[in-house]
């Protein structure tokens, strides 16, 4: 299975190529110019997951992924102005959205407060996704999210 693979060592792309999943990285000095480059690697990444790869991905799920990164990179923009690293990995049926910057304070979502202007990123993002974590790293921190690549994944329970 050809896989997308930006900037990844060889042991990484041997690993990727037994296990069946697709990765690709980039990385950005993260500028508000630069959250509409991530969210087209994104959508780049999941055209070429379903051209060359045969993977069914949604348009919602594009949709979706590609509103978590610009989430995601806006508050990097606001919060930890400088690199960031952006790796993606599906299986076929989920994408992790792994983001690592350099900012130190972990994210929290705001309180409900249906009078607030803005600050709800947070809030759409974990809405939106299956898992949300965060981990402290020796410099920044690494975000990763889980998202559905089919409108209705399996084990999920609809009405």
Not at 4 to 11: C, F, H, N, P, S
Not at 104 to 107: G, I, S, T
């Given at each position: 299975m050809e896989q997308?693979?930006?900037?990844?060592?060889?042991?990484e792309r041997r690993k990727a190529a037994t296990t069946g999943t697709v990765r690709g990285s980039a990385a950005y000095d993260m500028g508000s110019e630069e959250i509409s480059l991530a969210r087209r690697f994104v959508g780049e990444f999941l055209d070429a997951a379903r051209?060359?790869?045969?993977l069914e991905v949604s348009a919602r799920a594009v949709e979706i992924a590609q509103l978590v990164v610009s989430e995601l990179a806006t508050n990097v923009c606001k919060y930890a102005p400088g690199p960031c690293l952006l790796d993606l990995e599906t299986d076929g049926s989920t994408l992790d959205?792994?983001?690592w910057d350099s900012g130190?304070?972990?994210?929290a979502a705001s309180p409900a407060d249906p009078a607030r202007i803005g600050q709800h990123g947070l809030e759409l993002v974990?809405?939106?996704c299956q898992s949300?974590?965060?981990?402290?790293e020796p410099v920044g921190k690494r975000i990763r999210v889980r998202i559905a690549l089919q409108d209705d994944p399996p084990g999920r329970t609809t009405w």
């Open positions: 997308l693979m930006y900037g990844m060592t060889g042991q051209s060359r790869h045969g959205i792994v983001m130190p304070v972990l994210p974990l809405m939106v949300f974590a965060v981990h402290r």
